[in-house]
C-alpha cells in the first residue's frame, strides 16, 4: 500500500498509520490502539486497488491528500460544485487524481485525458 501511495501520488504517510486489506480489494486504514484484540473491523474505508492504479475514498484522499505531490487537481468553486453533485468533470488528466477545492478533499476521479470520471458514491453527493 504505501509504494502505491508513493509511486501515484507521492505520498509518504506516517509508520503509525496501518492498512487492513478486506474483501473486493478494499483497503482500510487505522492507528493502533489498545482496543486492537477486540476490534470487530479495523479502520475506515480508505479505497480500493483497482486493477489500474489505487482509487481513494473521500476519507482516504484526505489522509493521503495533505501529503500527495503529484495527481492532485485542484478544481474552482463552479467545477467543485459540479462534482460534488456527481457530474464528470472536464480535465486534462489521465489516471488516478485526488479531487480537491481549497483544503476540502474530495476522493478521486479516473482521468482519460479530456475527462475525470466522478467516483463520488449517490449518497455523498451534494442534491440542489
Excluded at 50 to 71: P, Q, T
Amino acid at each position: 500500500m504505501r509504494r502505491l501511495l508513493k509511486e501515484q501520488f507521492e505520498a509518504e504517510l506516517p509508520e503509525d498509520i496501518r492498512f487492513y486489506m478486506g474483501g473486493k480489494s478494499r483497503v482500510y486504514a487505522y492507528k493502533s490502539c489498545e482496543f486492537d484484540e477486540i476490534a470487530s473491523h479495523r479502520g475506515i474505508y480508505f479505497g480500493t486497488i483497482e486493477r489500474d492504479g489505487l482509487r481513494l475514498s473521500i476519507e482516504g484522499s484526505f489522509i493521503a491528500g495533505k501529503l500527495a505531490k503529484k495527481n492532485v487537481i485542484e478544481l474552482d468553486e463552479e467545477s467543485f460544485g459540479r462534482w460534488m453533485r456527481g457530474e464528470d468533470i472536464e480535465a486534462d488528466v489521465k489516471g488516478y487524481c485526488i479531487v480537491k477545492h481549497g483544503s476540502y478533499f474530495a476522493g478521486c476521479g479516473k482521468g482519460n485525458g479530456r475527462v475525470l470520471r466522478n467516483f463520488v458514491p449517490k449518497d455523498r453527493r451534494v442534491i440542489d
